[in-house]
């Protein structure tokens, strides 16, 4: 900007980029976690963990490549994506760990398997090949638009990851794995980002449609039936991966994630109405004679019930884990909420934050999954492009609705899901699925808040001036 007597001249402005807030995010989000860490092991051996250099070290350094990576190759994305992605990676490393210390888990796995294996040493493994999955997607996608190029081939995909676990033996009653050999992995955490994908390309091209032909009748739009064929066919879908895979968690999240999209689309009521009409009797159809589904339900009405008890006390300890939580907590390292047994990493790791950190943290880890589906439709708000709205909402959507359905199903708000608490949770592939899933977002981002380029410089346009009286 440069000034002359009484005349300004306006030039290019450049945004902040927000690297710096980010950095110091970070460091926030890393000091927390080995905090932690380092409360556990006072709280259960009265000193300091012998591994917490290492868990400090590891942590810094997957926190600081992440870091310069977004600082190299999206210089303008969100500032808070990366640093609350972080702090849930890291507490849910101390978690995992504090459970691994449990008496109770390692005589169960010795008598079991015959060796104990610690969980937390895999944990860490996994977030290091999440972070890799991370800086591989930001390298890898330099326009997000891109993407768009894929949306029947995403389709595709999606399916043939969610159909693929119908040929493998059920674990726990659900067949939501593959397993080969030594290692398994859950497809239906990958199948979310490509549906999100499928569904703004798709709705891209038929919102117009879907929002404008249709009839007014007592105060909702009905689509026209031809337009009402997507939405049934995910119905279905659904409908047939509870049945077949007697997988609660992904029917919702596939079903709720198509609904949402649809209305951020066509911003159309009678979709949401359509959508809880349709979910509701196809729950309650499925629920009436599907065993595994029924069992849940039975459970998620009357968990403590003898019959209930009999088969899973895993709701009741659940419950139980949140009551004696209290306010604050019983304290990190001082709960007994391993009674839950071998989902005590995984599925319940919300219950060790309900009894050791009480309400409090409970809301304050929320808070935290809040903050990222926040800046996730921050991001579908600022973007240029309805592609990437789309995606950006649904993305964010997806992380929404997994969360609640997590969430609701250990509290007792809803039948349980099976699904994992995005980031927290023991497990890889959701570990590998959630890091790609907020580059994505931090690649829209960057597009959103990346200024607009300086356009040509021609030598009959002069710059725009204002003269101050």
Known sequence: MSVVTNTTTIGAIDAPSRRNTELMMMVFAVAISVFAYANVGLAMDGKLPSGMFGYGAGLILLGGVAHLVVRKFAPYA?????????????????????????????????????????????????????????????????????????????????????ILPMFFPAVNGAKIWISLGPFSIQPGEFAKILIAVFFSGYLMVKRDALALASRRFMGLYLPRGRDLGPIITIWALSILILVF???????????????????????????????????????????????HVQSRVNAWLDPFSKATMAQSDQIAQSLMSFGSGGTLGTGLGQGHSDLIMFAANADFILSTVGEELGLAGMMAVLLIYGLIVERGVRTALAARDPFGKLLAIGLSGAFAIQVFVVAGGVMGLIPLSGMTMPFLAYGGSSVLANWALIAILIRISDTARRPAPAPAPSSDAEMTQVVRP
């Open 78 to 162: 969100d500032p808070l994506l990366l640093p609350l992605a972080t702090l849930l990676n890291g507490l849910g490393l101390v978690l995992i760990w504090r459970l691994d210390q449990s008496p109770r888990l390692i005589q169960r796995a010795e008598v079991l398997y015959g060796a104990y294996s610690p969980d937390a040493p895999k944990q860490l493994l996994y977030s290091a090949i999440g972070v890799a999955f991370f800086v591989a997607v930001l390298v890898i996608l330099k326009d997000h638009r891109i993407l768009q190029r894929y949306t029947y081939i995403s389709m595709v995909a999606a399916l043939i990851l969610l």
């Open 245 to 291: 895979e007697t997988d609660l968690g992904t029917s919702l999240l596939f079903f709720g994630l198509f609904v949402v999209m649809l209305y951020v689309a066509t911003e159309r009521t009678s979709w949401i109405v359509f959508g809880l009409l349709m979910s509701a009797v196809g729950a309650v159809g499925v629920a009436s004679f599907e065993p």
